[in-house]
């Protein structure tokens, strides 16, 4: 028979962070079932007791249990409770790649829906002593999908001369650093990536199907050619339940 575990005698501080504090508890509790304190198969306190522990309301309590619930991580049953159907490493299928040769694939089973193609604009995130700024630049804004879920928006400033060179429909089916290698005569010099974590904005949580909050990762690419000039661009955002970094240390 299956058993509650125990409360923890954890006080939790909520107003250190600008989230809302179901999104707080909500990482709180994803921790405890990717820990294995809360592990598979068991049930997890109830509300009444999750409330007393973490000194909250029971309606946070249950926006909370919301979210872990569509992530799959937990079900609840009438008049039997909830139990931990999932972890949160198990649905880890997007892997943000460290290196110029990760770029180049996109997952497998992934459509790219495009948003904006082809539009003249200028490049507002460049970063300071980077490169040389082309003359003109074109903006494509795409979203991935996967299982008929968003996954990935990307937005990328392409040098307009290097656009001429790209067929259309690229843009449908490759990764923005693998169109950038196929361009003929186009040799890539220098290309960098910045990671950093953020939270859905009301825009992003629309397009990533993501509840206000929810956690994800934004990726800035810059890529430069052998005379010096950027030409790509890119800013991205991930969901953060489903990325995942790995870096090679050795």
């Known amino acids: 028979m299956a058993t509650k575990q125990s409360k923890s005698n954890t006080v939790i501080d909520f107003s250190r962070s600008a989230a809302a504090r179901y999104v707080q ?55 039997k409770g909830t139990f931990v159907i999932g972890k949160p490493q198990e649905q880890f299928w997007c892997e943000v790649a460290s290196n110029w040769d990760g770029q180049l694939l996109a997952p497998k089973g992934v459509s790219i829906e495009i948003l904006s193609a082809g539009e003249k604009r200028v490049p507002t995130t460049v970063g300071p002593n980077i490169g040389r700024i082309a003359d003109s630049y074109q903006y494509w804004k795409r979203r991935h999908w996967r299982n008929d879920q968003p996954y990935y928006l990307g937005e990328a400033y392409i040098d307009e001369q290097i656009c001429k060179r790209i067929p259309p429909k690229a843009f449908k089916t490759k990764t923005s650093m693998r169109i950038l290698r196929e361009v003929p005569g186009l040799e890539i010099a220098e290309a960098h990536q910045t990671l950093t974590l953020g939270s859905a904005d009301p825009e992003i949580a629309e397009l990533l199907q993501l509840p206000l909050n929810a956690p994800v990762a934004h990726v800035h690419r810059v890529a430069i050619d052998k005379d010096g000039t950027i030409v790509f661009v890119g800013d991205g955002i991930y969901r953060g339940d489903v990325v995942r970094l790995d870096i090679k240390l050795k």
Do not use: M
């Not at 068991?42 to 999750?50: A, K, S």
């Open 25 to 79: 508890l909500a990482s709180l509790f994803r921790r405890r079932v990717e820990s294995g304190q809360w592990p598979v198969g068991r049930q997890i306190p109830t509300v009444d007791e999750l409330a007393e522990e973490c000194n909250v309301a029971r309606a946070t309590v249950r926006q909370a249990l919301d979210l872990l619930e569509a992530e799959k991580l937990i079900a609840r049953y009438r008049a």
